[in-house]
């Protein structure tokens, strides 16, 4: 079994900035690419940023300049750095990974719960 456990979300006024963590635990040989996903109201789940075991990241064109995706392999986490945040990146963020389990199974579209981002005008 895979876990996912997101934290770092919250109500911030535009213009502030907050960092997301994602962290895997359990039955993981490794990591292959992780992602943020948001869903804002009414809206379709979107990509926001991923990150390959080679460090390429990939960005949304809305929030590049603003956003950077990291990763720290030792912790099995990514994490998510979000500054000059806008109104309209109030969304639900969502971790994505593809793992490699300990049964050299590849496991893909794994997702967390869910983190909550509200950004005040």
């Known amino acids: 079994q895979v876990r996912l456990v997101e934290s770092g979300g919250g109500l911030v006024q535009a213009g502030g900035s907050l960092r997301l963590s994602c962290t895997a635990s359990g039955r993981i040989f490794s990591i292959n690419v992780m992602g943020w996903y948001r869903q804002g109201p009414g809206k379709q789940r979107e990509l926001v940023a991923s990150?390959?075991?080679?460090?390429?990241?990939k960005y949304a064109d809305s929030v590049k300049g603003r956003f950077t995706i990291s990763r720290d392999n030792a912790k099995n986490t990514v994490y998510l750095q979000m500054n000059s945040l806008k109104p309209e990146d109030t969304a639900v963020y969502y971790c994505?990974?593809?793992?490699?389990?300990?049964?050299?199974?590849?496991?893909?579209?794994?997702w967390g719960q869910g983190t909550q981002v509200t950004v005040s005008s």
């Open positions: 990150i390959t075991t080679g460090y390429n990241t």
């Open positions: 994505n990974v593809d793992i490699v389990n300990t049964d050299w199974r590849t496991l893909r579209d794994l």
